[in-house]
């Protein structure tokens, strides 16, 4: 069983910044691609930045330049650097984990739990 523990976030002004972290606990073998989702009142989920094992990333457009995806595979932790927040990047923010397990092996999506982000004018 794996679970992940979400950090960060709070109530920030616009053009401020924030700090999301995310780790892992459990019977972890590996941590292969890890993410940052968010999902703003009455929209779908969506993904806002992505990074590989290898430390490869990809970034939703409206955030290039501003948010930075990092990972600590040691620590079996993945963060996002958000800076010049703006009121349209509020929303729930998820971290999704791509893990493998041991006893059994197994290879699992896992999900955190959500932390709020509310940027204000």
């Known amino acids: 069983q794996v679970k992940l523990l979400e950090s960060g976030g709070g109530l920030v002004q616009a053009g401020g910044s924030a700090r999301l972290s995310c780790t892992a606990f459990?019977?972890?073998?590996?941590?292969?691609?890890m993410g940052w989702y968010r999902q703003a009142p009455g929209k779908q989920r969506e993904s806002v930045a992505t990074?590989?094992?290898?430390?490869?990333?990809n970034y939703a457009d409206s955030v290039k330049g501003r948010f930075t995806i990092s990972r600590d595979n040691a620590k079996n932790t993945v963060y996002l650097q958000m800076d010049s927040l703006k009121p349209e990047d509020t929303g729930v923010y998820y971290c999704?984990?791509?893990?493998?397990?041991?006893?059994?092996?197994?290879?699992?999506?896992?999900w955190g739990q959500g932390t709020q982000v509310t940027v204000s004018s």
């Open positions: 990074i590989s094992m290898g430390g490869r990333t």
């Open positions: 459990g019977s972890i073998y590996s941590t292969n691609a």
């Open positions: 999704n984990v791509d893990v493998v397990t041991t006893g059994p092996w197994a290879r699992k999506d896992y």
